[in-house]
């Protein structure tokens, strides 16, 4: 079975700083993607970044970036010159590409301060 | 946007009664999953559909049902509602391709209340 952990429950970050969300998993697969979705409190699901397990490279997106520890199971993403809009609940999710089925961790709140 | 679309945005039921949520896939995608997410909480998946047949299912009661229609729009039936079914439902759709699964796009989710 896949899991997907979110140790911050809650994180702050001073507007135009830098900021780290933490995400292990555990999967038994050796095919699988990760990803980070952020969701406002307009509640619709937004992708941020994604990675496939099979990439060394970590993914980036603007000012998003992940750090992919594979063998240590862990999927970290950086926000980088933090925006107000920015302030959201933050999930990081495993998908198994054989069942489809995606995991998600318990989420982040990620609050910006002015 | 991501171009996937749910309907209605809120709904308000009883106890015993039955829903019917339904989601329009964003174009391209022929594939569409389902997820209960309640408050404070992460998304769990209920299941998916591809080429109208169910592709997977999570640890879901049989009372959650669905469909997929040939346009790959889909529905989510939930009979015999709980207080517990109070959630947040949200649709997502995607691409089964030469690849593979692709990324998951979600809708803005339908608010489902249980009295």
């Known amino acids: 079975a896949q899991t997907v952990t979110q140790s911050q429950p809650e994180m702050s970050v001073q507007e135009a700083e830098t900021v780290t969300l933490s995400c292990t998993y555990d999967t038994s697969e050796s095919d699988y993607y990760l990803f980070w979705y952020k969701q406002p409190p307009s509640r619709q699901m937004i992708l941020v970044i994604r990675?496939?397990?099979?990439?060394?490279q970590n993914a980036t997106e603007n000012r998003f970036s992940v750090n992919f520890q594979k063998a240590a199971k862990s999927f970290s993403l950086k926000i980088s010159d933090s925006q107000l809009g920015d302030a959201a609940m933050y999930f990081c999710?495993?998908?198994?590409?054989?069942?489809?089925?995606?995991?998600f961790g318990q989420g982040t709140t990620l609050q910006v301060k002015p | 946007e991501t171009g996937v679309t749910q309907s209605p945005t809120h709904l308000i039921k009883t106890r015993g009664q039955q829903v019917t949520l339904r989601c329009s896939s964003q174009?391209?995608?022929?594939?569409v999953s389902w997820y209960q997410q309640a408050l404070g909480q992460g998304p769990q998946f209920i299941f998916q559909y591809y080429r109208e047949e169910e592709n997977g299912r999570g640890n879901f009661p049989p009372r959650f049902s669905g469909l997929q229609f040939p346009n790959y729009s889909s529905e989510l039936n939930v009979n015999a509602l709980e207080l517990d079914d109070s959630a947040l439902y949200l649709c997502?759709?995607?691409?089964?391709?030469?690849?593979?699964?692709?990324?998951?796009?979600f809708g803005p989710g339908t608010r489902l209340l249980v009295l």
């Open positions: 997502a759709s995607s691409s089964i391709g030469a690849g593979g699964l692709e990324t998951q796009y």
């Open positions: 999710a495993c998908l198994s590409s054989n069942t489809g089925k995606l995991i």
């Open positions: 990675q496939e397990a099979y990439k060394q």
């Open positions: 174009s391209g995608h022929n594939t």
